[in-house]
């Protein structure tokens, strides 16, 4: 795939993964701005309504109260017994003049008349109260009706002597009664208490219909001292506050304040589980999207080494059967079919290239049947130290013809342990040509052996080019080589190593390396005494 095309997808799944997470930290805000404004919204109409249902209530304490306790009735009828219960007849002479006496008005009228009466006695002093009555030199006859306990009582009062005084008892007697009602009234107001029980009920009973389900404080306070309240309070949470009477003239400064302590946790409860929904799913989408690029350019470089596989399997191929098509010529020359040395020369050749391929084709199908787990292994009881000089010999001469030389030190006392010969030999010979490939000049590869408690340990160091962190990440992997592309100047396919890792993973063993770029590579290997059959 080409590196343009991939960084265009890596760019546009980018952009659209910062997207969705810009949608939804706009969604979740927004969210959370809504969830905060429907429970303010909420617990403000929960206090109104909890402060309408209580007025309402102390105004039908005081509406009882009065009723209960009508002065009223008790001093009119103390005063002036019930009459007789037919009326009486109208009285030739007299004049009748109706009072209506009304209790929501009790007070007012009858000022009006004591200061009407007061005002014509001031102006006539030699008038008597009987003489204010009189019209024509007739009796006047005075009938007063309350029209509330719908008790019709009437007062016939007539020119004799002592009428000036029962009537200015009654006005007065009147006026007692209309004060003693406002005192009565404002000693109610002022000195009724609030009973905060009942409040917390209200409130608790508003709230739950609200589905505001969760503990609350509040506080009565004028509104002067309920920001001194405010500022006692040791919480960040925000605060309600209501004029606690809004029709009552003598208490309109006072204030219900109201806070939650679990306010945030309260409305964060709806709002973390949808964030929580919100990031798994974002993660997911991110996790795909990092797993969709690192299997895009995983393939990209499985690709490429596939490329160099094939470049590098071409070129080993090539160069045994190229010379193997000359042998085959030489052989066919006249010059030499008579000549038995030469031809035996060039069929050893032949046989030589021909080993060189069949050892690639098997390593190649040793690889295949390790990834199919179909590999077979004759573990037995072997001496590594024997294993090793084996391979050593297998590779010496290559080593040699460069100028190199191969250094050991066996120093494990005990070199016995359970593997399979075959493969044990042929990992410490990938090793050793692996050592001996990439050190460009004169090889110098030393091999030695040391006893730890559960097994022995194998090194092989050489002076080569070394490793980088990053190529010593991958040298495992099949198809790797430290040279990419299609220059071959280093022999092989890329499948040593990982065939040693293979073969190591089978045994219950383990590999490390130690390298330094321009200073050479240590593999350590380590070789358990016993393993577990698979």
């Given amino acids: ?74 001093n009119e009828s103390a005063l002036f017994p019930p009459p007789p219960p037919p009326p009486p007849p109208p009285v030739p002479g007299f004049e009748d003049i109706d009072v209506d006496v009304k209790r929501d008005t009790i007070k007012g009228r009858i000022s009006v008349i004591t200061k009407r009466l007061q005002k014509i006695k001031q102006e006539n002093r030699d008038l008597n109260s009987a003489d204010l009555f009189r019209k024509s030199n007739k009796p006047i006859r005075i009938r007063t009706k309350d029209t509330i306990e719908t008790i019709n009582d009437s007062l016939i009062m007539s020119g004799h002597p002592g009428l000036d005084v ?86 309109k400064n006072l204030v219900l304040g109201l806070y939650f302590p679990d306010r945030n946790l309260f409305i964060g409860q709806i709002t973390t589980l949808l964030l929580g929904l919100s990031v798994v799913f974002t993660l997911i989408i991110f996790l795909t999207f990092s797993l969709s690029i690192f299997l895009i350019i995983r393939q990209k470089k499985i690709s490429e080494m596939k490329s160099d596989f094939i470049n590098n399997m071409t070129h080993e191929f090539k160069t045994p059967i190229a010379t193997i098509s000359i042998a085959a010529d030489s052989i066919a020359n006249d010059k030499v079919i008579g000549e038995k040395e030469k031809i035996l020369f060039f069929t050893g050749m032949i046989k030589k290239e021909n080993l060189r391929m069949n050892e690639q084709v098997e390593r190649i199908l040793q690889i295949a049947r390790l990834d199919r787990k179909e590999f077979e292994f004759n573990f037995r009881a072997v001496d590594v130290h024997e294993l090793i000089e084996e391979a050593i010999n297998g590779i010496l001469i290559q080593v040699e013809q460069k100028g190199g030389n191969i250094e050991t030190k066996l120093e494990a006392t005990n070199p016995v342990v359970t593997t399979d010969p075959t493969h044990f030999t042929n990992l410490v010979y990938n090793l050793l040509d692996n050592a001996n490939k990439y050190s460009p000049d004169t090889p110098l590869i030393k091999v ?67 390298s330094e770029s321009g200073k050479g590579s240590r593999f350590v290997v380590f070789i358990p005494f016993l393993i577990n059959k698979r």
Wanted: charged letters at 25%.
């Fill in 448 to 514: 030695s052996t040391m006893n730890c408690p559960k097994g022995i340990y194998l090194s092989v160091e050489d002076k080569g080019i070394g490793m980088t962190k990053a190529v010593q990440a991958r040298i495992f992997d099949k198809f790797y080589r430290l040279t990419s592309g299609n220059i071959h100047n280093v022999k092989g396919f890329g499948l040593g190593l990982s065939y040693v890792k293979a073969i190591l993973d089978a045994n219950n063993g383990s590999i490390k390396v130690y």
């Fill in 166 to 251: 029962k009537m200015e008892k009654k006005i007065e007697q009147l006026e007692n009664l209309s004060n003693q009602i406002q005192t009565e009234y404002n000693t109610w107001e002022t000195g009724r208490n609030i009973d905060e029980s009942q409040l917390k009920g209200l409130l608790k009973e508003e709230l739950t219909d609200r589905a505001i389900p969760i503990n609350f404080e509040f506080v009565i306070a004028s509104g002067d001292s309920i920001a001194r309240v405010e500022q006692k309070a040791k919480t960040t949470t925000k605060w309600y506050k209501v004029n606690f009477f809004p029709n009552d003239v003598f208490r």
């Fill in 1 to 74: 795939m080409n590196k343009r095309i991939i960084i265009g997808l890596i760019v546009l799944m980018g952009i659209s993964l910062l997207g969705i997470v810009a949608v939804q930290v706009y969604w979740f805000n927004n969210s959370v701005k809504v969830r905060n404004e429907s429970f303010d919204r909420s617990v403000n109409d929960a206090m109104n309504k909890t402060v309408q249902r209580l007025e309402t209530g102390e105004d039908l304490k005081i509406i009882k109260n009065f009723s209960n306790q009508d002065s009223l009735q008790q």
